[in-house]
Nanobody
Framework: QVQLVESGGGLVQPGGSLRLSCAAS????????MGWYRQNPGKQRELVAG???????NYADSVKGRFTISRDNAKNTVYLQMNSLKPEDTAVYYC??????????????WGQGTQVTVSS
């Protein structure tokens, strides 16, 4: 089993910054792609940013130029630097990771989520 634990959420004013972290632990063999999603009540979970094990990234159009995803493979940790935050960025943010054992199938794991609130 692999566990993901997010940290770094909180309340911030519009225009402010936050940095989210997500650390993987447990029986880790190979972590492939990692990503950040967000969700508000009554809405679908949406992709915010993703990063492959080689460091290739992709972003939702709404966060391009403001958010940066990165990862430290030695620490099995993914980060999301969020700048110029807007009230519409308010959501619960979840990290996920695709993992497999040896030649086994990929399985996606999710963190428990961390609340980000952007408000004055």
């Amino acid at each position: 089993q692999v566990q993901l634990v997010e940290s770094g959420g909180g309340l911030v004013q519009p225009g402010g910054s936050l940095r989210l972290s997500c650390a993987a632990s447990g029986r880790i063999f190979r972590i492939n792609a990692m990503g950040w999603y967000r969700q508000n009540p009554g809405k679908q979970r949406e992709l915010v940013a993703g990063i492959t094990s080689e460091g290739m990234t992709n972003y939702a159009d709404s966060v391009k130029g403001r958010f940066t995803i990165s990862r430290d493979n030695a620490k099995n940790t993914v980060y999301l630097q969020m700048n110029s935050l807007k009230p519409e960025d308010t959501a619960v943010y979840y990290c996920n990771a695709d993992h497999n054992y040896a030649l086994g199938p990929l399985r996606t794991y999710w963190g428990q989520g961390t609340q980000v609130t952007v408000s004055s």
